[in-house]
């Protein structure tokens, strides 16, 4: 269910890209996201296309930011999603070596009904 966007500036390699990727859907899996539910996309950004304040709330960002995005059902607590937060934080500080800084999270939830996986059908409406 989940759709994630995991924006950064260019010039990173594919290795790097995809361990971001790993890291997001492992995190997403160990709160209650199912196996195999993956949807994700990486986008890279020109320096002048990836704006952001590099001190925001006291937090010192470097060029490396990278800035995620999950879609996903609502209904998961505020413990879950900081439980969510950390994994994917301390998962990119491992590898591929991202200072948690540099780790921007945006969570939007929407109704289970918002989703169509193919077909033209609404699988998750009840």
């Known amino acids: 269910m989940p759709l994630v966007r995991i ?5 990173k390699d594919a ?3 995809q361990e971001v ?3 997001v859907y492992d995190a997403m899996v160990g709160v209650g996201v199912p ?10 950004h020109d320096a002048d296309d990836f704006l952001f304040d590099p001190n925001y709330l006291g937090i010192a960002r470097t060029q490396d930011l990278v800035i995620i995005q999950i879609t996903w059902n609502e ?7 900081k439980v969510l ?3 994917i934080a301390d998962g990119l500080a491992k590898a591929p070596g991202i200072r948690p800084e540099d780790v ?10 918002n ?4 077909n033209g059908i609404a699988q998750y409406a009840v």
């Open 21 to 23: 990727g790993r890291v």
């Open 115 to 118: 989703w169509s996986f193919g």
């Open 85 to 87: 937060y950390k994994a």
């Open 7 to 11: 924006d950064l500036r260019k010039g």
């Open 104 to 113: 921007f999270i945006n969570l939007i939830e929407v109704k289970r009904e």
């Open 75 to 81: 209904g998961r607590t505020v413990e879950q999603k």
């Open 15 to 17: 290795v790097y890209r």
């Open 35 to 44: 196996e195999n539910d993956r949807f994700q996309i990486v986008a890279e």
